[in-house]
């Protein structure tokens, strides 16, 4: 790489001076640069407009105001003399007509969008917060005065809001729907009718809570639930063979886990699910405009560690029975928001080391817990569901223990399952076991359920009409228990055992007339793996029978003639492997209109595996 030399400068010898005076230096030389030799007028005009000169910078700085000019001019009026830097700033939104300088947004309420419903959360430590709107460049735009310095955190959030909100202007509908007056809400009654009572009652449903006590939406239940008014006498039956079924909106969300309790409230459009997840959600179930969510979400409640395997509405009151594979359960009272944790049974608490299984009673007065299986047999604590205090002790003898039970209709007595097949009547009142008897063919029973209602009072087991078992091999047996009271039958009597710390049971009845081997009603083979589910509808006309061993396994079966409908499921029936199964009537899940719950004879609720929740109407 080639180097470039600078060129050297010259030295030139200037002559001096003659000698003026002896005492002068004849010896001192002069060494000039070469190239700084005088410049003419050209050159330094030139040199004075590129690089300027000390004449010209003391020009300049004449012509600057000096603090003491600016205090001097002070008093005199100006057209922008008395305003602050914040004044001389606007947000450009767009319309000239909506121009407002940022100084005249004084209050939230004047300026920002607010809801009219209240927040439903706050936090307390905004007023305690402090933020620096001057230390930040990108906050400073967010100050009323360029002093302004420090605010709280409510007022940050103000600000925020309203420089969103300059930025973003409020859209023409909202702006419309805020002007509109608020409905007045009316409760629903049995004498309303017509599209007016069913557009306020479309209205009701943002009024639901979103915190924890729900006071307000069962206060306001009649909104929710469309009274059927004096009852006319005549039951509305539904025809075998061929089931009018028709698919509806599906419950809102997949939850995290396959949902594998469900439970309708009793009387309220309330649909309870949970699975191992660990959260209990609450549905309303009802029917809604299509600019409204189906089914919405009401509210949720996390018990942190316990995968919840068995769920119940109280017959009766506001609370929620909830458990897990855990040795306590917890009540959650939907009155007062307020979750009681219920650790122990007193003196039961080697023979209930798990409280995963229960049922309440349908009077609301007991409930059942399944307890440890023992040799030989099995163990049930019913407890009062009011105090939640031990009342009895049921003990059964069966082969492997208790696969299931149920309460009676009337809530007199529980009717429990054995694993071998032992069918065992307990009756509450008088403590004792009343019959037994053998569900004929049982290879492994799984599952117990009772359903219908008639109106023999004889034989004092309840007045269940349909008591149907099913099994490990799928085969579900459907016994009528009008035939054994209305058919004379001899049985043996036997008694129970007795516990130091339980209730003494006696002989069976001398006069029950239930039989010992009773032969089934029906028995039906659609399903060939395990049941899992059996549900009846509330009246006892639709049966749900399912296995979650395998897809699609779910079957309808039609009472009293115990005949499957054939025209569903079919093989386009969106239902996975079941997790869960909800029937309920078709008046309690009626929303209020009238125009969907119209005609419903009852809603079947199906969970799968993957979280998703399927609603039909049967009609």
């Known amino acids: 790489m080639s180097r470039i030399k600078a060129p050297k400068a010259t030295l030139v010898q200037q002559p001096t001076p003659p000698k003026q005076d002896e005492d002068e230096d004849d010896s001192e030389v002069e060494f000039v640069l070469d190239g700084e030799a005088e410049k003419d007028a050209t050159e330094q005009e030139l040199e004075r407009l590129v690089f300027g000169d000390s004449a010209g910078f003391r020009a300049g700085l004449g012509a600057i105001v000096l603090d003491e000019d600016v205090e001097a001019g002070a008093g005199e009026d100006t057209e922008l003399g008395g305003l602050d830097d914040a004044d001389l700033f606007f947000t450009d939104t767009g319309d000239a007509g909506a121009i407002q300088p940022t100084t005249q947004v004084d209050s939230d309420d004047d300026y920002t969008f607010r809801s009219k419903h209240p927040a439903a959360w706050e936090d307390s430590d905004d007023e305690r917060t402090l933020v620096s709107l001057a230390a930040a460049p990108r906050l400073r735009k967010l100050r009323r005065t360029e002093a302004e310095d420090v605010v709280n955190g409510k007022d940050y959030a103000r600000r925020l809001r309203q420089q969103f909100e300059l930025l973003h202007p409020r859209p023409a509908w909202a702006q419309h729907a805020i002007q509109q007056p608020a409905h007045k809400k009316r409760r629903l009654s049995g004498s309303d009718d017509g599209d007016e009572a069913a557009s306020n009652s479309d209205t009701d449903t943002d009024e639901i809570p979103s915190s924890a006590p729900l006071s307000k939406l069962l206060q306001d239940a009649d909104s929710l639930v469309r009274s059927s008014g004096p009852s006319t006498g005549k039951k509305r039956k539904l025809r075998p063979e061929v089931i009018d079924i028709q698919r509806t909106k599906d419950i809102a969300g997949v939850q995290p886990s396959a949902t594998t309790s469900l439970s309708f409230h009793p009387t309220l459009p309330l649909l309870l699910s949970s699975g191992p997840s660990s959260t209990l959600s609450l549905h309303q179930i009802a029917s809604s405009p299509p600019a409204l969510t189906p089914n919405p979400l009401l509210t949720s409640l996390h018990i942190r560690g316990s995968a919840l395997t068995t769920i119940a509405f109280h017959p009766t009151d506001s609370r929620i029975f909830l458990s897990a594979r855990r040795r306590y359960f917890h009540v959650w009272d939907l009155q007062t928001g307020r979750v009681e944790k219920i650790a122990r049974v007193y003196g039961q608490q080697h023979e209930q080391r798990s409280m995963e299984r229960f049922k309440l009673s349908p009077d609301g007065k007991y409930m059942a817990l399944l307890g440890s299986a023992r040799k030989g047999g099995g163990v049930m604590n019913v407890l009062s569901a009011s105090t939640l205090q031990w009342v009895c002790q049921v003990r059964i003898e069966s082969r492997g223990g208790v696969a299931d039970f149920c309460w009676w209709r009337d809530g007199k007595g529980l009717c429990i399952a054995g694993k071998g097949g032992e069918i065992t009547e307990w009756n509450v009142a008088t403590q004792a076991v009343v019959a037994r008897w053998q569900d004929e063919g049982a290879v492994g029973t799984t599952t117990i359920a009772l359903g219908g209602q008639h109106e023999l009072v004889k034989g004092g087991i309840g007045t269940d009409r349909w008591v149907v078992l099913g099994s490990s091999a799928g085969v579900v047996n459907i016994y009528d228990r009008r035939v054994w009271l209305t058919t004379p039958t001899s049985t043996p009597s036997s008694s129970s055992t007795t516990g130091t710390t339980t209730t003494t049971t006696t002989t069976t009845d001398p006069g029950q007339v239930v039989p010992p081997h009773p032969k089934p009603t029906k028995t039906l083979s659609h399903l060939t793996t395990p049941t899992s589910h059996l549900t009846f509808s509330p009246d006892g006309q639709l049966l749900v029978i399912a296995s979650k061993w395998k897809r699609d396994a779910?079957?309808?079966?039609?009472?009293?003639?115990?005949?499957?409908?054939?025209?569903?499921?079919?093989?386009?029936?969106?239902?996975?492997?079941?997790?869960?199964?909800?029937?309920?009537?078709?008046?309690?899940?009626?929303?209020?209109?009238?125009?969907?719950?119209?005609?419903?004879?009852?809603?079947?609720?199906?969970?799968?595996?993957?979280?998703?929740?399927?609603?039909?109407?049967?009609?």
């Open 554 to 619: 779910l079957r309808l079966v039609h009472l009293p003639s115990c005949t499957v409908f054939r025209n569903w499921p079919t093989s386009a029936t969106p239902l996975g492997r079941i997790t869960g199964v909800a029937v309920a009537g078709g008046e309690i899940v009626d929303g209020g209109g009238g125009d969907v719950g119209a005609g419903v004879f009852a809603v079947l609720v199906v969970a799968s595996e993957g979280g998703k929740m399927r609603v039909w109407e049967v009609r």
